[in-house]
């Protein structure tokens, strides 16, 4: 049972803080930051429902893999309570919503975006430099 509760969480509330050091996406001024930030280094924005057992495994995977703490800026966003900013994140940066979701910003301009098991923190890599 406890495997089954570590892959899906448990039946019971939910805790959703994330175990990485993560930016929390709750303003839509954020963005603006975002965009400024990835002339610098690209940053990740994860689209997270905090409903869905995929979202919370593609997330844990994630996090588990991440190793680029001081060359990317790991953005978090809750969709669920910030569906608006997911909404304005799939027009701005010309990606279709997905969730999960895992988009890289570079430039100014989302470079990558990936869903559900196509989520890979090792692709960071490849857009760093």
Not at 123 to 129: C, K, M, Q, S, T
Request: hydrophobic share 35%.
């Amino acid at each position: 049972m406890s495997f089954i509760k570590n892959i899906f969480g448990s039946s019971g509330e939910e805790n959703t803080q994330p175990k990485m050091d993560w930016f929390s996406l709750t303003d839509l001024e954020q963005l603006n930051e975002i965009m400024d930030l990835s002339h610098e280094n690209p940053v990740v924005i994860f689209k997270h429902s905090t409903r869905c057992s995929i979202s919370r495994m593609a997330l844990k995977q994630f996090e588990n893999e991440f190793t680029l703490k001081d060359k990317v800026t790991p953005y978090f966003l809750d969709l669920l309570n910030y569906r608006e900013i997911s909404n304005t994140i799939a027009s701005k940066f010309e990606v279709t919503h997905q969730s999960p979701q895992m988009i890289v910003v570079k430039g100014g301009k989302a470079v990558y975006d990936a869903s559900h098991s196509d989520i890979d923190a090792s692709r960071l890599a490849d857009f760093i430099g």
